[in-house]
């Protein structure tokens, strides 16, 4: 039991606090840098920040999943998606750091309870747990869009980034629905929605 908890702690410590990989390029990266003012250039960063949190979230949520899925197919795809979800933890610390910004001081919080909750929705099965996880991924679709529109227009690189993890997280959708995802209630749809504003409006300032 020890040598299969280990590694979900070296997960998560990693997640949290170390330089997260990437395989494919950060999108944008070769566009040049646009001018912005330095109220621009703070709520761009925070914009991120909030961005970067969210993948934390994600990074629990699918650890705590793929730790109780009773399928070999299910817990296969929720590990594809959870290195994709890296790659876009990557992206946005980076394009954090080129805005002068900073991570989340309650990225440990996040963590802890989104493993948490991913744990519990593994515990009710997979169609479930991959309910929540269709629904969390077409949730966050539109956090992107929105946070897409309250850029700067000239930030190309940070539309770039936005758009691409769009395009993954839709795909992840997708996924999940392919393998017999459950339709949530609409009372855990909207707590869903509720939960995501607060973190929201906490990390864009923390």
């Known amino acids: 039991m020890i040598d299969a908890i280990i590694p979900e702690i070296d ?5 949290v606090f170390a330089a997260a990989p990437t395989r494919r390029p950060m999108p944008g990266e070769d566009l040049p840098e646009a001018a912005m003012s330095d109220d621009e250039r703070q709520h761009v960063a925070a914009l991120m920040r909030v961005n970067h949190c969210g993948e934390i979230c994600a990074q629990a949520l699918y650890q705590g999943q793929a730790l109780t ?3 070999v197919a299910v817990k296969r795809e929720l590990e594809q998606a959870a290195w994709e979800e890296t790659e876009h933890l990557n992206w946005t610390e980076r394009r954090i750091a080129e805005l002068g910004g900073r991570k989340s001081v309650l990225n440990p919080l996040w963590y802890a309870g989104s493993l948490a909750i991913g744990m519990f929705a593994g515990k009710c099965g ?4 991959l309910g929540f996880l269709a629904e969390t ?4 679709e539109g956090h992107l869009e929105s946070h897409k529109a ?4 000239q930030d190309r690189k940070s539309w ?5 993890m769009k395009v993954d997280e839709i795909r992840h959708a997708e996924t999940a629905s392919h393998y017999g995802a459950r339709e ?3 009372p855990v749809k909207l707590a869903m929605k509720l939960s995501s504003k607060v973190m929201t409006k906490l990390s864009y300032v923390a």
């Open 11 to 15: 997960k998560a410590l990693r997640a």
């Open 69 to 71: 899925s009773r399928d």
């Open 126 to 129: 997979d169609a479930w747990s």
């Open 137 to 140: 991924e077409r949730q966050v």
């Open 150 to 153: 309250r850029l700067p227009t």
């Open 160 to 164: 770039e980034v936005l758009e691409q």
């Open 184 to 186: 949530l209630p609409t």
